[in-house]
């Protein structure tokens, strides 16, 4: 099924990101826990992709899984930036032959060793290039973009975010998901400067449940996130005890869902990461909004 379709219904949902293993010791453990996520029933699961091509190529064995042993949608992500035009073309047949509907198609972080390289000659530079690609390929792939209601940390500012965000989307995204974020008043601005810059296509929020004290700093590091001083107090308070902290976490995530939900929002996405007991405590806390 296509995401664009699912995103059009009018009931609430949640969808779910689980990454590949790195190695192949961890498949079983990995598609273990992400089987145990299937069961939950979610919208549609998102499969990440190693930028740098390490574990690429379990993310379609794993999303392959994910619909054909449980029936749920999947979305498969991709990353063009280290990659050659020939790599890109044999991993769009790779998807086209496991039948996945479903491609988030991104740029990736350019490696370390590629930071201060002359980029004109590069195959790719910007998502932009890839959803082209994908689109002219094959019209009917539903395609997702990524969207950074913080502003990508690479953007000068948010006005040329937006302006490259606009030309992605015209390029070919039927929906976009966000960047994690932990204050949702900073999603709802997004929304409104987004529609204002006449993007109209859905918008899922993403979302990160922290639950030990050292993700905080990694998704500090990897988002460049705005920490509220009410998710801040939580990890002064709980950070060095592991079980409240994760019972903490995961209450925030719920709430920040919550508030999403009566604001009008109908699928977010749970950066879950491969962790079943946080998923289906989230599904738990909302049964009767999900009406599960
Ligand atoms: P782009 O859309 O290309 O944007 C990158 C930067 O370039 C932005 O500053 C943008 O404003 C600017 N820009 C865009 N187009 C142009 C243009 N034409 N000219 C000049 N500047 C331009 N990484 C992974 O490695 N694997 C994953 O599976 C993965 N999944 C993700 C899922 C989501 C929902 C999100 C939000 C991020 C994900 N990432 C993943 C991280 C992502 O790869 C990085 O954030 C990366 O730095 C940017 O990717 P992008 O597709 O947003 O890039």
């Keep these: 099924m296509k995401i664009k379709d699912l995103l059009a219904k009018e009931t609430l949902s949640l969808s779910f990101e689980v990454f590949p293993p790195k190695t192949e010791s961890a498949f079983d453990s990995i598609k273990h826990a992400t089987e145990e996520i299937a069961k939950l029933n979610p919208s549609f699961m998102s499969v990440t992709y190693g930028a740098g091509g390490g574990t690429s190529k379990y993310t379609l064995d794993i999303a392959k899984n994910i619909k054909e042993l449980y029936g749920v949608p999947t979305l498969a992500h991709l990353t063009c930036v280290s990659s050659t035009k020939q790599t890109v073309r044999e991993r769009i047949a790779d998807v086209k032959a496991a039948g996945i509907e479903n491609v988030m198609a991104l740029r990736g972080d350019i490696p370390k060793e590629m930071e201060n390289q002359d980029r004109s000659g590069w ?11 994908l689109k002219e390929d094959d019209p009917d792939l539903c395609i997702g973009g990524a969207c950074y209601p913080e502003v990508h940390p690479e953007s000068v500012n948010q006005k040329e975010d937006l302006r490259f965000l606009k030309e992605k989307v015209d390029a070919g995204c039927d929906f976009l ?43 500090i590091k990897l988002s460049g996130s705005f920490m509220p001083q009410r998710f801040k107090s939580l990890v002064d308070k709980f950070g060095t005890t592991p079980d409240a902290m994760k019972q903490a976490g995961i209450a925030y995530a719920t709430d920040q869902i919550i ?13 879950s990461m491969n962790k079943p007991d946080v998923a289906r405590k989230i599904v738990e806390n909302l049964s009767d909004i999900l009406g599960k």
Excluded: C, S, W
């Design 177 to 219: 998901t966000t960047q994690m974020f932990f204050d949702n008043n900073l999603l709802y601005n997004f929304l409104y400067k987004i529609r204002e810059a006449g993007i109209t296509v859905p918008v899922i929020p993403g979302i990160m449940p922290i639950t030990n004290a050292k993700q905080v700093e990694r998704a």
């Design 123 to 133: 195959a790719y530079r910007h998502a932009i290039d890839l959803i082209r690609e």
């Design 259 to 271: 508030d999403l939900f009566a604001n009008g929002i109908k699928n977010v996405h749970v950066y």
